[in-house]
């Protein structure tokens, strides 16, 4: 009976002194909340930009095409129109592509003319995608794209592989920079999605095996354009 009742008075004491503990944390909470919602300043403290960690690229192409390749970009320098399709045809020829798409209606008047391009009735059938981007960044060898481009959102994600053509003009440094010209470009009308890809898509997920197109293309091909 004497034993029972202590335990009983022990659980007690327990419980009142995590009550306690909860309560101080609890009033702690939101005695900081409070603090911080009385602070009308607003201000915010400036972020280092990535020029102050990491060098300024001296050459912006060559960091770029480095940066790339090192995660299985595969990068093709363009001379001229010709050449560009020169070497686009050269490519599907050799990897006997049939099901190509593309819906920039501009990009497309500069393709060769003899690329089997699909129709977008057909599009689950489609093994290659092309399209444009809106930046390349050098320092982490990495293209953005926006929903705001005629190509969309389903053409960076759902063909297997994935071939875009950039300028060499839009070549960046670091990724603020692109966001700031992206800012500019849109000003009040941003696109709903930005996406910044780096490199072909990629998994470990399961017993750390690298499985290459796991959420998106499994090939990435970039064509600058340097004319």
Known sequence: MIKSRKRRLLRMVMKNSIKDTSDKARANILSRLKSACDNKS??????????DVFPQPDNLLKTFSEEFEKVNGQVRLCQSQSDFQKQL???YQDRNWNNVMCYDA?????LPKDLPLMDESDFVDVAVGITTCEYLIARS?????S???ASGRLMNVFPPVHIVVAHEQQLVAFLEDAFELLKQKYQHNMPSQ????TGPS????IEK???MGAHGPKELILFIRKY
């Not at 607003?42 to 020029?51: E, F, L, Q, V």
């Not at 501009?106 to 500069?110: D, G, K, N, V």
């Not at 930005?194 to 890809?197: N, Q, Y």
């Open 89 to 91: 045809t050269s490519l």
């Open 209 to 211: 095996t690298l499985v």
């Open 194 to 197: 930005t996406t910044v890809i």
């Open 42 to 51: 607003g201000s915010i403290p400036d972020r280092s930009r990535s020029a």
């Open 147 to 149: 929903s705001g481009q």
């Open 202 to 205: 990629r998994t470990a997920d």
């Open 141 to 145: 060898g990495s293209i953005m794209v």
């Open 106 to 110: 501009e990009l497309a008047t500069t």
